[in-house]
């Protein structure tokens, strides 16, 4: 498998991380201080219902790779999409980070309900609740960035 960025008439897209490193850099920063004292298996859950939202191959080959490594589940990663109607394979916390996932990443088709936000504000404290938030920004910029420059799926460069 080739590590190439192209589109579908083949055309070379630039590799953001070597174009602009600073800005990658500091996203990744960003990423790193997102996460910061959130449960590792509830990153990937975020990260993974964003990518789906954002139909990021990339981000969702990527984070279902590393939720794996974490020791998820195949039943939880296969529910992620239809999460609402699987709620007995999330915890309410988890159920909560989830919704305010959707509302964030779809922000434009109504904005945040208050409802959406109250869910995730009564079980997490106001830290984990901006640092929820945060990640989940994070993710929905890394998912136009792969879209953007037409990475493709399973061609995770970290290593």
């Known amino acids: 498998m080739t590590t190439t960025n192209t589109h579908v008439t ?42 789906h939202l954002n139909r990021c191959a990339y981000c969702l080959h990527m984070h279902t790779n590393d939720a794996r490594k974490a020791g998820e589940t195949e039943d939880r990663l296969h529910m992620v ?6 709620r007995h394979f999330f915890t ?8 305010l996932t959707e509302a964030v990443t779809l922000v434009a088709d109504g904005g945040v309900p208050e409802e959406v936000y109250a869910q995730p504000a009564a079980h997490f404290d106001e830290q984990e609740l901006a640092h929820v938030l945060s990640l ?3 993710i929905n910029t890394w998912n136009r960035v792969a879209l953007s420059t037409a990475k493709v799926a399973g061609t995770d460069e970290r290593g």
């Open 10 to 51: 083949g055309t070379a897209r630039l590799n953001f991380a070597k174009t602009a490193p600073k800005v990658f850099r500091a996203l990744i920063g960003f990423d790193a201080a997102a996460r910061e004292g959130l449960d590792p298996a509830l990153v990937e859950l975020i990260q993974i219902r964003a990518s």
């Open 136 to 138: 989940i920004l994070a």
């Open 92 to 99: 309410e916390r988890e159920q909560a980070a989830l919704a």
């Open 81 to 86: 999409p239809v999460w609402r109607e699987a």
